[in-house]
């Protein structure tokens, strides 16, 4: 491995703070990764890295050459992507990160493709429902469902994703069907909650506006597909995007709670470091997401078998 590869390695250690999750990322075993540290040490006759049994911090001088070492990889990596521009085929590995649900069902698919036209690209994708620091986890496309936060991050809106509260018929027939946002105080609601989670209330449309309302449950998850298997058992009534219950509404296996109190539809989009933004290779997959998710996003004709009406408008 070369002097450059292991600078990789020693910046990815850093800022995964372990040499088995720097050398994870890198697809290196721990004993590669921790070779590949020692290396550098013994080429400068100086400790980077202090070690423990608990944890692994870099030393004053490490810390100071992970500074240098970082910018070295970023003007590399942009080195490399300026050449990809002007050769018109994109090399290297994507990063991307998106909700355990929403990836799988339309993240997932889009990759071999991807991967088919371009065979240069290596692409490693990471579902989560927590949030991720996509600065320290060296994230270049996060796709997002929600209001992001301000950030220095680059936020690029694909479509808007509508949302619907949805209920089996057992439990609806059990439990009755609520008929102003009020009722459901009487309900049980499936929650999607982790830690510093803003999903603590839901946002409906009622004819005064957007009202914010507290809801409770007796189950709560950090898991969309949980909430919905939840739902599909008769458990309660869960706040999902249409997307991900579109079939089961068709099916009848869900019914829509409240359509005329429905909840804010969410913003779906991708958020990636500005500089990122720059790569072709990443360009390229933004633009490839977007063109083939925005028909998730539109017109869907969910017709139930009590001849339901479509569960959205075309946006």
Request: glycine letters at 8%; charged letters at 25%; hydrophobic letters at 45%.
């Amino acid at each position: 491995m070369s002097y450059l590869e292991s600078l990789r390695v020693f910046v990815r250690v850093v800022e995964l703070g372990s040499i088995t999750a720097g050398g994870r990322d890198l697809r290196l075993s721990p004993a590669v990764a921790s070779n590949r540290i020692k290396d550098l040490e013994n080429r400068f006759g100086l400790r980077l890295l202090n070690r423990t049994t608990r944890k692994l911090t870099p030393t004053e001088i490490g810390r100071a050459f992970y500074d240098h070492a970082r910018r070295v990889i970023e003007t590399l990596d942009e080195a490399e992507a300026l050449v990809s521009s002007f050769s018109g085929k994109p090399q290297g590995v994507i990063r991307l990160t998106a909700p355990l649900g929403l990836g799988r069902r339309l993240i997932a698919p889009l990759i071999p493709g991807f991967c088919a036209d371009n065979p240069g690209v290596e692409i490693r994708l990471r579902l989560s429902d927590r949030n991720v620091n996509i600065v320290e986890d060296a994230i270049d496309l996060a796709f997002f469902l929600g209001e992001p936060a301000d950030s220095a991050l680059k936020w690029r809106k694909i479509a808007d994703c509508p949302r619907l509260l949805v209920a089996a018929p057992a439990y609806l027939a059990r439990a009755g069907m609520p008929a102003v946002p009020d009722d459901l105080a009487d309900h049980n609601c499936l929650l999607l909650r982790y830690p510093r989670s803003p999903e603590y209330f839901w946002v409906l449309q009622t004819p005064d506006g957007p009202r914010k309302l507290t809801v409770a449950g007796r189950f709560d998850t950090d898991d969309g597909d949980v909430l919905r298997d939840w739902a599909l058992a008769g458990h309660g009534i869960a706040n999902r995007p249409l997307y991900e219950v579109a079939a089961d509404l068709a099916r009848g296996d869900l019914v829509e709670v409240m359509p005329d109190h429905r909840p804010l539809p969410a913003q779906f989009g991708c958020l990636t470091p500005h500089r990122r933004l720059q790569d072709p290779k990443v360009r390229m997959f933004a633009e490839f997401a977007a063109r083939e998710l925005r028909p998730h996003f539109g017109e869907a004709a969910v017709v139930g078998p009590a001849g339901l009406e479509p569960a959205t408008k075309a946006l």
